[in-house]
């Protein structure tokens, strides 16, 4: 059981990234997914999620209005696009899937490797 995100880079301020995240061993459609990011220094914090139909995403504050999670379950891949980059933006994004949808990390029970994004001032 693999989750693999990809799609990070080196981006100006103002740009756009759209980050991917694969699914394999299994499928996850019956699950949550979940993006979550985390900067030099700092620690681990919520991005984004989505329920497993899709029907319901939230988002951290700090990123509503610029970043967009959807998922393609017949695809068994959940994405990210990231619109408005901010420097502050800058961090290790990490693809998750849970049984439910949650802003938490500790609930999710799967994690994959991150992706490096960084976002020149």
């Known amino acids: 059981v693999q989750l693999q995100a990809s799609g990070g880079g080196l981006v100006q301020a103002g740009g756009s990234l759209r980050l991917s995240c694969a699914a394999s061993?299994?499928?996850?459609?019956?699950?949550?997914r979940g993006w979550f990011r985390q900067a030099p220094g700092r620690e681990r914090e919520f991005v984004a999620a989505?329920?497993?139909?899709?029907?319901?995403?939230y988002y951290a504050d700090s990123v509503k209005g610029r970043f967009t999670i959807s998922r393609d379950n017949a695809k068994n891949m959940v994405y990210l696009q990231m619109n408005s980059l901010k420097p502050e933006d800058t961090a290790v994004y990490y693809c998750?899937?849970?049984?439910?949808?949650?802003?938490?990390?500790?609930?999710?029970?799967?994690w994959g490797q991150g992706t490096l994004v960084t976002v020149s001032s």
């Open positions: 989505i329920s497993w139909a899709g029907g319901t995403t």
């Open positions: 998750a899937a849970s049984t439910g949808t949650s802003r938490v990390g500790r609930e999710y029970e799967y």
């Open positions: 061993g299994r499928t996850f459609s019956s699950y949550a």
